[in-house]
């Protein structure tokens, strides 16, 4: 998934900022000063040391975070982890990289870009086709079994030409087990460009713009009831369809605040002649500068889909940050959504962010992630849908960037580098979750 300008707008919000868990970590960019022992001089500053131990999102850290020396647990939980759907032939890809390429190859061309720096991650199953009905079935049962309750896959409609809907179409869906994961789709809706490799997001070359107009929002809807919202395992909120909308920010720009709306009302109004008396609409990015207006402009939930995403906007480039810094600024981002937004908040928990495949040295890095942090972060997720959920605001979902991110290094399936550490972390806290729930 590429990431733009919401990033930016969060950072001049005031979100991003180069926080500390006690006081000395923060980012670093790939020109700050290096440590002076020959041993690590190739190191950046905050991947062993003193940095390191202040960035890291230990118990204390994450309870001062919170507020709180007690975490609640939500009475139904249920874990959403973003899938992106590019491990796969896809024909309009084909057609501009050549027969059989995947995103895969990115992968398999990157490096690593300073001592110590563990990307590439490969997928520890070894390379796969995503769209193959029985690949399909080992993942679905693999999420199911570590506490995955549904993905929200990464669906791509550009004025009717799309791509990489073959794993939900010709994967996922016919997939014999496929009734043991619910699924929703997330319009990812905006430029898709040549970041394979590329400088800079904003240097990359796009090769299909995102066009808004009244009239697709009905043909949005009307594909997506015709191939995704009857089925049974899809995900609903309330009895309703849910639809994700990744970047309203860019529907606002092209029609307006006043466009949007509309055009979310026809997608109700669509829905509704088709067999679908409700439809929840969700937000994942893009609305920073109104997002007290949400409800208004007719979005019925919110989410950020990652909560890192550095290269795209707030850090230097090249930025080389704790794990653990990100993990604070989560927190603090959600608590200010949870104020501020005037639909329901869901957090999402990053497990890492990492785009050198695509940016290579330009990229900003979380370093040092491990299981341990992603758990407590999780947990601390948990604990905010938690309260909020005791107000009677919102279900308890939390999600999760991502499934298979390889080449921004969010990743829940095995790698060859962390195994199943993350999807172990994962069952723990649903687990953990089911059982103080019961006792509660």
């Given at each position: 998934m590429q990431r733009r300008t919401?990033?930016?707008?969060?950072?001049?919000?005031g979100l991003l900022s180069s926080l500390s868990l006690r006081g000395g970590a923060s980012a670093q960019s790939t020109d700050a000063k290096q440590a002076k022992t020959a041993q690590t001089s190739n190191l950046p500053a905050a991947l062993i040391g003193q940095?390191?131990?202040?960035?890291?999102?230990?118990?204390?850290?994450?309870h001062r975070t919170l507020g709180t020396d007690k975490l609640l647990a939500p009475k139904r939980l249920k874990t959403v982890v973003f899938n992106f759907p590019s491990w796969h032939p896809s024909p309009w890809m084909e057609a501009r990289f050549g027969k059989g390429w995947t995103e895969f190859d990115t992968l398999r061309n990157a490096r690593p870009l300073f001592a110590g720096h563990t990307m590439p991650h490969y997928p520890l199953w070894g390379y796969y086709d995503e769209a193959d009905p029985e690949w399909a079935a080992r993942?679905?049962?693999?999420?199911?079994?570590?506490?995955?309750?549904?993905?929200?896959?990464?669906?791509?409609?550009?004025?009717?030409?799309?791509?990489?809907?073959?794993?939900?179409?010709?994967?996922?869906?016919?997939?014999?087990?496929?009734?043991?994961?619910?699924?929703?789709?997330?319009?990812?809706?905006?430029?898709?460009?040549?970041?394979?490799?590329?400088?800079?997001?904003?240097?990359?070359?796009?090769?299909?713009?995102?066009?808004?107009?009244?009239p697709d929002f009905d043909?949005?809807?009307?594909?997506?009831?015709?191939?995704?919202?009857?089925?049974?395992?899809?995900?609903?909120?309330?009895?309703?369809?849910?639809?994700?909308?990744?970047?309203?920010?860019?529907?606002?720009?092209?029609?307006?605040?006043?466009?949007?709306?509309?055009?979310?009302?026809?997608?109700r109004a669509r829905a509704a002649q088709l067999g679908f008396p409700k439809l929840h609409l969700q937000v994942a990015n893009g609305y920073d500068s109104y997002e007290g207006r949400l409800k208004?402009?007719?979005f019925d939930s919110a989410t950020q889909y990652g909560t890192f995403g550095w290269t795209y906007g707030g850090k230097p480039a090249g930025s080389r940050i704790p794990y653990g810094v990100g993990c604070v600024e989560a927190?603090?981002?959600w608590r200010h959504k949870q104020t501020t937004v005037t639909v329901p908040f869901h957090p999402c928990?990053?497990?890492?962010?990492?785009?050198?495949?695509?940016?290579?040295?330009?990229?900003?890095?979380?370093?040092?992630?491990?299981?341990?942090?992603?758990?407590?972060?999780?947990?601390?997720?948990?604990?905010?849908?938690?309260?909020?959920?005791?107000?009677?605001?919102?279900?308890?979902?939390?999600?999760?960037?991502?499934?298979?991110?390889?080449?921004?290094?969010?990743?829940?399936?095995?790698?060859?580098?962390?195994?199943y550490s993350y999807l172990e972390a994962l069952r723990r806290v649903s687990h953990d979750n089911v059982h103080r729930s019961t006792l509660e």
């Open positions: 919401f990033l930016e707008r969060a950072a001049q919000a940095q390191a131990m202040d960035g890291y999102f230990d118990e204390a850290a994450l993942e679905i049962d693999l999420a199911a079994d570590y506490g995955v309750d549904a993905w929200m896959i990464d669906w791509y409609w550009h004025e009717g030409v799309q791509f990489y809907q073959e794993q939900l179409e010709q994967g996922f869906l016919k997939a014999p087990n496929r009734k043991r994961l619910e699924f929703a789709v997330m319009w990812a809706n905006h430029d898709w460009k040549n970041v394979y490799p590329a400088r800079s997001p904003n240097q990359a070359a796009t090769m299909l713009p995102m066009v808004h107009t009244l043909r949005v809807t009307e594909y997506c009831a015709e191939h995704y919202f009857h089925e049974p395992n899809y995900l609903r909120v309330d009895g309703a369809p849910l639809f994700c909308v990744f970047d309203s920010g860019k529907v606002v720009q092209q029609l307006g605040e006043e466009g949007c709306r509309r055009g979310l009302d026809r997608m208004e402009l007719g927190v603090q981002s928990v990053s497990v890492g962010w990492d785009d050198s495949p695509r940016f290579e040295e330009f990229a900003s890095v979380a370093i040092n992630r491990s299981p341990d942090q992603f758990e407590r972060l999780l947990r601390g997720a948990c604990h905010v849908v938690a309260t909020d959920t005791a107000q009677g605001k919102h279900d308890d979902l939390v999600y999760i960037a991502a499934w298979n991110e390889w080449t921004e290094d969010h990743v829940l399936l095995p790698d060859t580098t962390w195994g």
